[in-house]
């Protein structure tokens, strides 16, 4: 075993917007290279990984000004799958066994999400990585992935988003906004912080599935995360 994980069963939700690379916009090959990697290392520390990806970098519901709130959020789950199917083919690459799952049935490229098969596939060491959201409109990647977590009995949900912690306000807005390492379900709904949406936290907190938020500017990150080393904000109870 290579390295000692904290955990056994980890849910990883990765932003379209990160596998975009500094373009913000389509698909980085060389950092989705850096950040498939890192997931086999992973798996040969003995971690079972899920993954949900969201779809921000080719369609995010906002976009559709023009389009039905449904039908927009349809395009965002389609975007889910570009990218999943994009880090399957990269994780091939490098002879680490995945299987896509999607919450809307498309059997021809990916098989349909059932539980107890997404658990019988990691518990043979593969990763699974989850499509299409929750398959219904108006539920995000990040309430998808608090779901997904507490579906395979995660140790622990882990945000890898475009920033490396929670604020106590936006730091792009307000300068002086506050570091925070730590912050409870209930903080983070009483301040309104948008680093998850609302239905997200209230689930993980009904749950209490603790989330881990970090940055994956560098993607070593996910290891250090998945090792127990301080970094990030971490989401508990009070």
Request: charged residues 25%; aromatic residues 6%.
């Amino acid at each position: 075993m290579k390295g000692e994980a904290a955990y056994k069963r980890v849910l990883l939700k990765i932003s379209g917007e990160a596998l975009a690379g500094k373009s913000k916009i389509g698909l980085d090959h060389e950092f989705i290279g850096k950040v498939c990697n890192v997931i086999k290392e992973i798996v040969e520390m003995g971690v079972e990984l899920g993954i949900v990806v969201g779809g921000g970098n080719f369609w995010r519901g906002r976009d559709g000004k023009d389009i039905d709130r449904t039908r927009s959020d349809h395009m965002g789950m389609l975007a889910t799958v570009l990218n999943s199917l994009a880090l399957q083919g990269a994780l091939a690459n490098i002879g680490v066994d995945t299987r896509v799952m999607t919450a809307i049935e498309m059997k021809e490229i990916a098989e349909p999400y059932i539980r107890n098969k997404a658990i019988s596939h990691l518990q043979k060491g593969r990763v699974v990585i989850f499509g299409c959201g929750l398959g219904v409109p108006f539920f995000s990647t990040d309430t998808a992935a608090a779901l997904r977590a507490a579906e395979i009995n995660a140790d622990i949900l882990l945000l890898a988003k475009n920033i490396n912690y929670i604020y106590s306000d936006d730091p792009k807005k307000n300068p002086n906004a506050e570091k925070l390492l730590e912050i409870s379900y209930s903080e983070i709904l009483a301040r309104r912080l948008g680093v998850m949406d609302a239905t997200a936290t209230s689930f993980s907190m009904d749950i209490n599935m603790p989330i881990l938020l970090f940055g994956l500017d560098d993607p070593y990150n996910i290891i250090r995360a998945i090792k127990g080393e301080k970094i990030g904000t971490i989401v508990k109870e009070a």
